[in-house]
């Protein structure tokens, strides 16, 4: 059963957010602002951080200005490390070397065998033929049954930066701090990382959609701003967080279309960084003798910077992954869709896998789960529907809807086209039978779609750690670091356990 921390603080919670709902559709009206809002006053906000104070340098894009749509960038330090070699040049095996993952301050702690999860179903490579794997294997395995069941599967963070004051030098990859005056006009600078397109070190670029039952939550939020964090340093991944519009200003499709916006923003920014590259490289031996020539961005008729300097020297866009928590897995999987039916159109972003962490999905046939658990803490089935009422429009309302059950007939594209999913389920979720469910038709067309439950877990609990404080958070995020690896690393399975 979860802590009684977390009944109380779910009692508060969902007092709260139902009488908050209750006011929104009372007062909402008829007249929908295009612009809209991505966060609410009463959301505690993170500040940005672009200068890696711990580990991770954050900065706010507002990427369409005719809409309030925007992105928080998180880079991690390791983005400074050496460039990685290519998986065809590594002719000599590689040796085996223990995982450390990071905690959520940054620190190196190795994962001792007695914390991993007991797998179901068929185990991967690396856990068949791992040479390292402890004579108690088999008593680890029953201690940490605990922790989370998974079914269905089919299948050195090096700190080479060095601080200089504010300054960051990487390996081949010089980096100058930006002097900005601050806004307060003191006149200090403000230092933060800028870095030399050159032989950067590229990472995967995961984009990742918060919670919030559509009509709150935030990119920016403190809590989602920790979660992010832990992700980009687990993952070794730049993630791009949307700060999509909220309900009931923008009801559907806008968060929809918020999502595909970024995408495509994305396939941008890559089309303008090759642009800008081959641009710089016709001009000769001469530019390379100005410093400010190496960032070789291109400039539009406003004089306004069009590539984003950190997506360029560091996104991979071949390696694009899609994370949705809550209502945000219903839009990474519209936009994971969508991007199947555009096939070579996104050129070059490919999304490679999709994870969903406790979608929100619902359906007019209920489930075990959403009979049994339908009072369970903190989205109970009442709130949800009312978050449903605000976001739908009136005339489309329905528990059928293509944005709330992904199983309707007729949906497409078919699902055997779907990227790897992973679905993460909480034990005490009243919407986890469903998503268990879609993962199944997954799986049935042969699509890896492993299901990860958490026992003694509620809905956001691996979002919402800095609040109620769940040692499955940590477990989670790790759990989710081994999977995406396995389709963003060059080396493989190299990293799984």
């Given at each position: 059963?979860?802590?009684?921390?977390?009944?109380?603080?779910?009692?508060?919670?969902?007092?709260?957010?139902?009488?908050?709902?209750?006011?929104?559709?009372?007062?909402?009206?008829?007249?929908?602002?295009?612009?809209?809002?991505?966060?609410?006053?009463?959301?505690?906000?993170?500040?940005?951080?672009?200068?890696?104070?711990?580990?991770?340098?954050?900065?706010?894009?507002?990427?369409?200005?005719?809409?309030?749509?925007?992105?928080?960038?998180?880079?991690?330090?390791?983005?400074?490390?050496?460039?990685?070699?290519?998986?065809?040049?590594?002719?000599?095996?590689?040796?085996?070397?223990?995982?450390?993952?990071?905690?959520?301050?940054?620190?190196?702690?190795?994962?001792?065998?007695?914390?991993?999860?007991?797998?179901?179903?068929?185990?991967?490579?690396?856990?068949?033929?791992?040479?390292?794997?402890?004579?108690?294997?088999?008593?680890?395995?029953?201690?940490?049954?605990?922790?989370?069941?998974?079914?269905?599967?089919?299948?050195?963070?090096?700190?080479?930066?060095?601080?200089?004051?504010?300054?960051?030098?990487?390996?081949?990859?010089?980096?100058?701090?930006?002097?900005?005056?601050?806004?307060?006009?003191?006149?200090?600078?403000?230092?933060?990382?800028?870095?030399?397109?050159?032989?950067?070190?590229?990472?995967?670029?995961?984009?990742?959609?918060?919670?919030?039952?559509?009509?709150?939550?935030?990119?920016?939020?403190?809590?989602?701003?920790?979660?992010?964090?832990?992700?980009?340093?687990?993952?070794?991944?730049?993630?791009?967080?949307?700060?999509?519009?909220?309900?009931?200003?923008?009801?559907?499709?806008?968060?929809?279309?918020?999502?595909?916006?970024?995408?495509?923003?994305?396939?941008?920014?890559?089309?303008?960084?090759?642009?800008?590259?081959?641009?710089?490289s016709s001009r000769g031996v001469a530019a390379e003798s100005k410093k400010s020539d190496l960032h070789r961005h291109i400039i539009d008729t406003f004089g306004a910077q069009m590539v984003e300097p950190w997506l360029a020297a560091h996104g991979d866009p071949s390696r694009c992954i899609l994370?949705?928590?809550?209502?945000?897995?219903?839009?990474?999987?519209?936009?994971?869709?969508?991007?199947?039916?555009?096939?070579?159109?996104?050129?070059?972003?490919?999304?490679?896998?999709?994870?969903?962490?406790?979608?929100?999905?619902?359906?007019?046939?209920?489930?075990?789960?959403?009979?049994?658990?339908?009072?369970?803490?903190?989205?109970?089935?009442?709130?949800?529907?009312?978050?449903?009422?605000?976001?739908?429009?009136?005339?489309?309302?329905?528990?059928?809807?293509?944005?709330?059950?992904?199983?309707?007939?007729?949906?497409?594209?078919?699902?055997?086209?779907?990227?790897?999913?992973?679905?993460?389920?909480?034990?005490?979720?009243?919407?986890?039978?469903?998503?268990?469910?879609?993962?199944?038709?997954?799986?049935?067309?042969?699509?890896?779609?492993?299901?990860?439950?958490?026992?003694?877990?509620?809905?956001?609990?691996?979002?919402?750690?800095?609040?109620?404080?769940?040692?499955?958070?940590?477990?989670?995020?790790?759990?989710?670091?081994?999977?995406?690896?396995?389709?963003?690393?060059?080396?493989?399975?190299?990293?799984?356990?």
């Amino acid at each position: 059963m979860p802590s009684v921390t977390v009944k109380l603080y779910s009692v508060f919670f969902k007092l709260l957010l139902k009488h908050r709902l209750q006011n929104r559709i009372q007062s909402q009206s008829d007249d929908s602002d295009a612009f809209g809002v991505t966060s609410r006053p009463e959301e505690s906000v993170a500040a940005v951080n672009p200068s890696f104070a711990d580990g991770v340098a954050t900065k706010d894009i507002h990427i369409d200005p005719f809409t309030s749509l925007s992105v928080r960038i998180f880079l991690p330090e390791s983005a400074l490390s050496p460039p990685e070699p290519d998986s065809k040049s590594q002719s000599r095996p590689r040796a085996r070397i223990p995982f450390k993952s990071p905690d959520l301050n940054g620190n190196s702690q190795s994962n001792q065998p007695s914390s991993r999860r007991h797998s179901y179903g068929t185990p991967t490579a690396a856990a068949r033929d791992d040479p390292g794997k402890p004579s108690n294997f088999e008593e680890s395995s029953r201690l940490s049954l605990g922790r989370r069941n998974s079914f269905g599967s089919s299948a050195a963070h090096p700190h080479n930066a060095k601080l200089n004051g504010n300054h960051y030098t990487g390996f081949s990859n010089d980096a100058e701090s930006l002097s900005l005056r601050s806004s307060d006009g003191g006149g200090l600078p403000y230092r933060g990382y800028s870095p030399l397109i050159g032989n950067a070190r590229k990472l995967p670029v995961l984009l990742q959609f918060h919670g919030g039952g559509w009509v709150s939550g935030s990119n920016d939020s403190v809590v989602n701003d920790v979660f992010c964090r832990r992700i980009a340093k687990l993952c070794d991944v730049i993630v791009v967080a949307v700060g999509y519009r909220l309900a009931p200003e923008n009801k559907y499709p806008a968060a929809f279309e918020d999502g595909m916006k970024v995408l495509n923003w994305l396939a941008k920014q890559a089309n303008l960084a090759e642009c800008s590259k081959s641009m710089g490289s016709s001009r000769g031996v001469a530019a390379e003798s100005k410093k400010s020539d190496l960032h070789r961005h291109i400039i539009d008729t406003f004089g306004a910077q069009m590539v984003e300097p950190w997506l360029a020297a560091h996104g991979d866009p071949s390696r694009c992954i899609l994370l949705g928590v809550s209502c945000g897995a219903n839009i990474a999987d519209y936009v994971a869709r969508k991007a199947v039916e555009a096939g070579r159109l996104l050129d070059p972003i490919k999304v490679v896998a999709q994870v969903l962490m406790y979608p929100f999905f619902m359906g007019s046939v209920p489930t075990h789960s959403e009979i049994k658990l339908a009072n369970s803490y903190f989205y109970d089935k009442d709130t949800c529907l009312l978050a449903w009422k605000l976001f739908l429009p009136e005339e489309e309302f329905s528990l059928d809807h293509p944005a709330a059950n992904p199983l309707i007939p007729g949906r497409g594209p078919p699902l055997k086209l779907m990227p790897p999913t992973l679905t993460v389920v909480a034990e005490h979720d009243w919407m986890r039978d469903r998503a268990i469910a879609y993962s199944e038709e997954l799986r049935k067309v042969n699509v890896d779609a492993p299901v990860y439950d958490y026992k003694d877990a509620v809905h956001e609990f691996a979002t919402l750690d800095m609040l109620i404080k769940t040692p499955q958070a940590q477990a989670c995020a790790e759990d989710i670091a081994i999977w995406v690896k396995k389709y963003i690393s060059f080396r493989g399975h190299e990293f799984s356990y």
